[in-house]
């Protein structure tokens, strides 16, 4: 029903940003709630922010409160991750995923993008 293909990663300073984007297809993708999610190396799989379908409600990780802004434009199928004042800490292959928007956020996740790799060098 839904294909996602994120794009934007690449290699960036300490302290440099970087947007990735989500490219979404499939004519219920306005309707889904999106989330972001970055895995490190021998490091769990992490939920960094999520949005829910309309814009109006977005939740972040802890550790990427005040430097990520997560954001969608459902006329282009499409979610955004700002990030700002990278760390080292943030390097990961990044994903998107789209699901349902629960009480305390993305309560599931169906469908995935492939992942676009985020480096962070000091």
């Known amino acids: 029903q839904v294909q996602l293909v994120e794009s934007g990663g690449g290699l960036v300073h300490t302290g440099g940003s970087l947007r990735v984007s989500c490219a979404g297809s499939?004519?219920?993708?306005?309707?889904?709630?999106m989330g972001w999610f970055r895995q490190a190396p021998g490091k769990n799989r992490e939920n960094v922010a999520a949005?829910?379908?309309?814009?109006?409600?977005?939740i972040y990780t802890n550790t990427v409160k005040g430097r990520f802004t997560v954001s969608r434009d459902n006329a282009k199928n499409t979610v955004y991750l700002q990030m700002n004042s990278l760390e080292p800490e943030d390097t990961a292959v990044y994903y998107c995923?789209?699901?349902?928007?629960?009480?305390?956020?993305?309560?599931?996740?169906?469908?995935w993008g492939q992942g676009t790799q985020v480096t962070v060098f000091s």
């Open positions: 949005i829910n379908w309309s814009g109006t409600r977005t």
């Open positions: 499939g004519r219920t993708f306005s309707g889904l709630a």
């Open positions: 995923a789209a699901g349902l928007w629960g009480a305390q956020g993305l309560s599931r996740t169906d469908y």
